[in-house]
């Protein structure tokens, strides 16, 4: 954390910023109500990934959660309040471009789920761009539950994750997915005991910030972007981007770095 910007002890969204590994925390921070999503909290979440896009210091990000959940999706007791806005205004306004953040960062970002991620809960677990799961955690589209449609993200992400045949099965049961059965299937990339993941999770971004940053974005530019292509596209925009990064300090650090046989220091140039 930077000097003079102590995190609120209330805060909805703890952001903490290592600034000699360059990696960004940001911890959901309503354990009492397993995190559940809240609008300062969707605002806060929203500005947390504002603030680590500027933040030239930071290569890398986690996203977790405090206490024994991830994130419980959207707060139901919000939800039965008298104003709140329509769904469709919910998602569209409040959900959305978080979703729209997190893909578009030009940074990786670890989810680290420590327990239990449900309905747009598992949705932002799903937008990370790997997951380190906790022996604890599980998945729940808990959307159905309460008589409403994955959202956030969720019928994109899901079967490009598990496969369709698999995605209809967590999405229309809604049964919870064990974090042993979501390494199986492929909605998490790893699981560890519970006491390891912070510092796996750590060791995770840790090694992302000190990859070349801008080859790192202009990967996950391209992972974004071939879903929507074929392979020719592909093939063109690999190209393109290929050009972007041969122009790029870091390209000669790492070829220099090789000849010399030693570690690059990649600087984001
Ligand atoms: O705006 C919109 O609505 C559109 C967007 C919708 C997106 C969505 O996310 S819809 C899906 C919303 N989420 C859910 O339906 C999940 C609801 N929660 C649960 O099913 C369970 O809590 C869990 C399976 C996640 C965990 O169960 P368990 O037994 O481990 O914990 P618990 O006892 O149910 O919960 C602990 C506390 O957290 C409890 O509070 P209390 O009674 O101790 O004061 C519980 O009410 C609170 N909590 C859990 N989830 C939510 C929540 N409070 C508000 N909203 C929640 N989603």
Redesign the pocket.
Known sequence: MPPGDPPAADATVLVDIDAESGVATLTLNRP???N??TVPMKRDLLAAFRRVERERGVRAVILTGAG??FC????????LQPD??P?GV??RE??NPIIRAMRALPKPIVGAING?A????A?LAMACDLRIASETASF?L??G??G?VP??GATWFLPRLVGSSRAAEIALLGD?VSAADALRLGLVGRVVPGDQLAAEATVLATRLAAGAPRALALTKRALNAAWAHDLDAALDYEAHLQDLAGRTKDHAEGLSAFMEKRPPHFTGE
């Open positions: 009492d109500a397993l559940a999503l024994r959940a419980a999706g959207q707060d139901l007791r919000e939800r709140a806005a769904l919910e998602v409040r959900y239990v449900a309905g747009a809960g949705s729940a808990a959307f539950r309460v409403l959202d956030s919870s």
